[in-house]
């Protein structure tokens, strides 16, 4: 009776939410300490995750590459080196690395300097052979393609920040000098590789309130960057992100400054090659290890990364870094970690896939049997905390559900929205819940609808415990 009456208050809050109506809503709640179930809507129905999906992706890297696995980025030569020169080819090898800086480029190429390279007398080449050559998952909506969270996959790329958004340019639009004129825009990195068209305008402001109206659209199959609207003459400046067409070629190009602001020369040409079994390694960059890459990961909900990760259990249990073969491995560690896998259906790593399908019960229970592996304190750290201001901390739950003890993983592609973790209800009872809003006619609409059902178990539900 406890149970029924508890929960039955819960099944009618769901039923107060006009904007539900016509959509579905899965919702799973067990006991932290116990596993139970103690409440289930739709519970056992295979819904779209969204960016829940990364629970998997995350623990699935934790699993089998371990919290101290790093990604390199690798230097090789395949010539001898005279009087400073080097007569042969200098390669610039990437295993995977999604933290690349344009620092980074420059710290490579301090580092040949400093072995005593001055020239290249060859080509300057860039090798993303320990990946696969498919840039974009399965799924990937068309018109998705140039925002940063639709990035192409590579295993060499770059990233204009420390949000570690790879295979991006971030643009800064600032009002021009005058009413009618164009926009100032800079990059960063400070690249040629995109080609800017700016079509927009800077317009008198008509109100204190009036904001910048821009968009920012890469065109497919180059990097023509077009950008069109208005921004009110005294408007703060803007930030936009772009995905670049072929990052492997970006990540060269931003090499090759480096090596000119350092002062080496090369004769030959900058072009995409395969580092021969006969090279000589020179150098090799680690990256932060996962444990701590999963921050940004999980935090902002980096789509780049839980691709990456994919791709890198592809390569280091099977050989080959693409997602057919990655998928297999995390359907795999999945088993062992106690999904059914047979109950679901998994396609990419980051969740923006809208075939993937996972039932609400699936995620709570696994987010039970993860809690006694020995990387779970690196999972649970990984997870966006509500209400915490600091990005890094609060990730994409920093302005949501403020004084709630809540860890949670959120989701959100078109019609989407859902909500996965940890939470304590204010009679200190630890639950793990998963939230799931499918089919909503605004999925911008899901995490007020999401944050109002959290708040109830926290501070409605609990009451209601029979001691």
Same mark, same amino acid.
Do not use: A, F
């Given at each position: 009776m406890y149970m029924v009456e508890r929960w039955k208050n819960f099944y009618d809050q769901l039923g107060k939410e006009p904007k539900l109506q016509g959509a579905l809503a899965g919702v799973s709640i067990r006991s932290r300490e116990t596993g139970d179930l103690l409440y289930d809507h739709m519970g056992d129905i295979r819904l779209h995750p969204a960016s829940n999906m990364k629970i998997f992706s995350c623990a699935a890297g934790l699993a089998i590459l371990? %919290?101290? +696995?790093t990604f390199? !980025? %690798?230097?090789?030569?395949?010539?001898? =080196? %005279?009087?400073?020169?080097?007569i042969g080819n200098l390669y610039l090898k990437g295993k995977g690395d999604p933290t690349l800086l344009q620092s980074d480029f420059d710290n490579l190429a301090t580092v040949l300097k400093e072995k005593g390279i001055r020239e290249v007398h060859g080509n300057v080449i860039a090798d993303d052979t320990w990946y696969d050559n498919v840039r974009l998952s399965q799924d990937l909506?068309?018109? @998705?393609?140039?925002y940063y969270y639709g990035a192409q996959v590579s295993a060499l790329s770059a990233s204009p920040n420390e @949000? +570690? @958004?790879?295979? !991006? &340019? #971030?643009? !800064?639009i600032s009002p021009g000098k005058s009413v009618g004129e164009k926009p100032i825009i800079s990059l960063k990195p400070n690249t040629k590789y995109i080609n800017l068209i700016n079509n927009a305008v800077t317009v008198e402001m008509q109100h204190e309130d009036d904001e910048a109206d821009i968009t920012v659209i890469? %065109?497919?199959?180059?990097?023509? &960057? $077009?950008i069109e609207g208005n921004i009110p003459f005294y408007s703060a400046s803007i930030q936009e992100y772009v995905a670049v067409w072929e990052p492997t070629e970006y990540a060269l190009e931003l090499f090759a400054r480096s090596l000119k602001q350092v002062g080496i020369t090369y004769t030959g040409e900058l072009h995409t090659g395969t580092t021969p079994e006969h090279a000589t390694l020179v150098f090799s960059r680690k990256s932060m290890p996962l444990k701590d890459l999963s921050i940004p990961f999980m935090k902002l909900s980096n789509n780049g990364h839980?691709?990456?990760? $994919?791709?890198?259990?592809?390569k280091v249990m099977k050989g080959e870094g693409s997602w057919e073969a990655g998928l297999v491995v995390l359907n795999n560690v999945l088993e062992k970690l106690g999904v059914d896998t047979s109950n679901i259906v998994l396609r990419d790593g980051s969740g923006i896939s809208h075939v =993937?399908?996972?039932?609400p019960n699936v995620i709570s229970k696994f987010l039970f049997r993860i809690q006694d592996e020995p990387w779970f304190n690196s999972f649970y750290r990984s997870l966006p905390v509500a209400g915490n201001e600091n990005r890094m901390v609060g990730g994409t739950l920093n302005d949501r559900m403020f004084g709630l003890n809540v860890h949670a993983k959120t989701g959100t592609i #078109?019609? $989407?929205? =859902?909500?996965?973790?940890?939470?304590t209800t204010n009679e200190g009872e630890e639950l793990i819940f998963s939230i799931m809003l499918n089919n909503l006619l605004d999925e911008e609409d899901g995490p007020a609808i999401i944050d109002r059902l959290v708040d109830y178990i926290i501070t409605e539900a609990s009451k209601t415990i029979v001691t």
């Open positions: 371990g %919290e101290s +696995y390199s !980025t %690798e230097l090789w030569i395949d010539g001898e =080196t %005279e009087n400073q020169k080097l909506n068309w018109n @998705d393609e140039h @949000d +570690y @958004d790879s295979g !991006t &340019v #971030m643009l !800064t890469r %065109e497919h199959g180059n990097n023509n &960057v $077009v839980g691709e990456i990760i $994919v791709k890198e259990i592809g =993937t399908l996972i039932p #078109m019609g $989407v929205s =859902t909500l996965s973790g940890y939470l």
